[in-house]
């Protein structure tokens, strides 16, 4: 149980388009998802935090109006980069939590961002 | 002081050894610690979770936390090849929402 998945695993992009990236919870519902952001040899940066059906609640230096989040269901969020920057270009990982262990997060597998 | 502190490595064990990871943390009032494994490329997985000081075994992993000393670490037995990845500390840290706190990771090799 407590699989995540992410859609799509791979993306390219040219500077300036928005990118939408899928995480669903596949076979429990998600008490809360988060999106993090890994640059190469560091760790994990922890984005926002959404709860569905209310606003995500973003960490210090991350800008709202650039990382949209919707989290619509139990079983979705959505993390869209808007006028995607090579600066941009990252790992964003989802996670998941559930109501039985509020505590432990669940990853996805990732979608790697190529801003050209 | 960072929140979560971890030695970055490279570590290399011998197979068959015990690996030895280790963790501390800043905030005091922690009272959620976990292990995650991440192979370069792919998303972290996590392998153990702890909430309350002394050891809690699975299989061939131990999780070891000592809230007084701020401190957790992980043991792994009879250490294979297939374990060669970044080792990650998390902790969940309370800055009035409740937040999980990734150290920088300990990447271990196990040379056969």
């Known amino acids: 149980g407590a699989v995540v998945s992410q859609h799509p695993s791979r993306v390219i992009c040219k500077s300036g388009t928005s990118v939408k990236i899928e995480c669903r919870s596949l076979?429990?519902?998600?008490?809360?998802m988060f999106w993090y952001r890994q640059f190469p040899k560091q760790s994990l940066m922890l984005m926002a935090t959404?709860?569905?059906?209310?606003?995500?609640?973003?960490e210090q230096g991350v800008e709202k109006d650039k990382f949209l989040i919707n989290h619509a269901s139990l079983t979705l969020s959505t993390l869209t980069v808007t006028s995607a920057h090579p600066e941009d270009s990252s790992f964003y990982i989802c996670?998941?939590?559930?109501?039985?262990?509020?505590?432990?997060?669940?990853f996805g597998p990732g979608t790697r961002l190529t801003v050209t | 002081q960072k929140e979560v502190e971890q030695n970055s490595g490279p570590l290399s064990v011998p197979e068959g050894a015990i690996a030895s990871l280790n963790c501390t943390y800043s905030?005091?009032?922690?009272?959620?610690f976990f292990w995650y494994r991440q192979y370069s490329g792919k998303s972290p997985e996590l392998i153990m979770s702890?909430?309350?000081?002394g050891d809690k075994e699975d299989g061939r992993f131990t999780a070891q936390l000592n809230k007084a000393s701020q401190y957790v670490s992980l043991l792994i037995r009879d250490s294979q090849p297939s374990d060669s990845a970044t080792y990650l500390c998390?902790?969940?840290?309370?800055?009035?929402?409740?937040?999980?706190?990734f150290g920088q990771g300990t990447r271990l090799t196990i040379n056969p």
């Open positions: 702890i909430y309350s000081n």
């Open positions: 996670s998941a939590t559930r109501d039985l262990e509020p505590y432990e997060q669940y």
């Open positions: 905030d005091r009032v922690s009272q959620s």
């Open positions: 959404s709860n569905e059906g209310s606003k995500a609640t973003y």
């Open positions: 998390a902790v969940i840290i309370i800055q009035g929402a409740q937040k999980l706190v």
């Open positions: 076979d429990f519902q998600a008490t809360t």
